[in-house]
């Protein structure tokens, strides 16, 4: 009897080990999985508040706000600031498409869409904003996802790594058999209702892309602005 107890003994203890194995390798595996999701969230948000201290919002209160985040649908640009507009208030240039790359985030060739909507196909130059090359200011939107899934030729998740640019970087635009080079001077954040990041500016050409922050967070609570000027060559106005 008493080897039978033994083994009896052996196995419950195999039995509770393989138990509290299972459970560290479970308790890592979900720990893992917390990080792997909030890391990148928590992260931005330390480099937001270094880089970014105070978010732009002189416009915010006499906007009207925007709908619950929760709701919309960001893969459409409409919905990216409380007054979206559609392409029909975009007066065609003939041209439809071009080009942007920035090689300081690996982005070559990406295609915008002039007036467009969908950004899971494209980027999209908000409707009404300057061409690339004339004076004003063309805005061009990209979406982000978590950076740990950036793919540069993926237009979900193409401006991922927007926040790692860096003011002097450069940002190259081939429009209608055209290359414009294009300097970062500014990068900051703003509400959804600061339309002023739209507004024209008609003592040189800017360009200004924007993307849905903070990564990871469903809810795009703001918005990330990289504001870039052209760099002087003979173009026309």
């Known amino acids: 009897m008493l080897p ?4 009896c003994n052996n196995y419950s203890t195999m039995k509770k080990n393989h138990s509290r194995i299972l459970g560290i390798v479970f308790g890592l595996l979900g720990t893992a999985i917390l990080s792997f999701v909030f890391l990148p969230i928590i992260s931005y948000q330390i480099i937001a508040r270094r880089d970014y201290p ?16 929760s709701e919309q649908d ?9 007054d979206g507009k559609n392409k029909s208030d975009f007066v065609l240039s003939g041209v439809t498409h071009y080009t942007i790359s920035i090689p300081t985030l690996d ?34 939107f990209g979406h982000s ?8 030729a993926n237009y979900l998740s193409i401006f991922s790594t927007l926040p790692l640019i860096k003011i002097g970087d450069e940002i190259f635009i081939d429009f209608d058999g055209v290359q414009y080079t294009y300097a970062v001077e500014d990068k900051f954040e703003v509400r ?7 507004e024209q500016n008609d003592n040189s050409a800017y360009l200004t892309l924007v993307t849905c922050t903070p990564p990871g967070d469903p809810r795009k609570p703001k918005r990330l602005i990289v504001r870039a000027k052209i760099v002087p060559t003979n173009r026309p106005r």
């Open 145 to 152: 996802i978590l950076p740990i899934f950036f793919d540069p």
């Open 74 to 82: 960001f893969t459409k640009a409409s919905n990216w600031f409380a």
């Open 192 to 198: 959804p209702t600061d339309i002023q990041i739209l």
């Open 54 to 69: 105070e978010l732009l919002t002189p416009l915010a209160k006499s906007l009207v706000a925007s709908k619950v985040a």
């Open 107 to 140: 982005i070559k060739n990406a295609v915008v869409s002039i007036g467009g909507e969908d950004l899971s196909e494209s980027l999209v130059q908000y409707p009404g904003t300057a061409l690339p090359g004339k004076d004003g200011n063309a805005v061009l």
């Open 4 to 7: 039978k107890n033994k083994n």
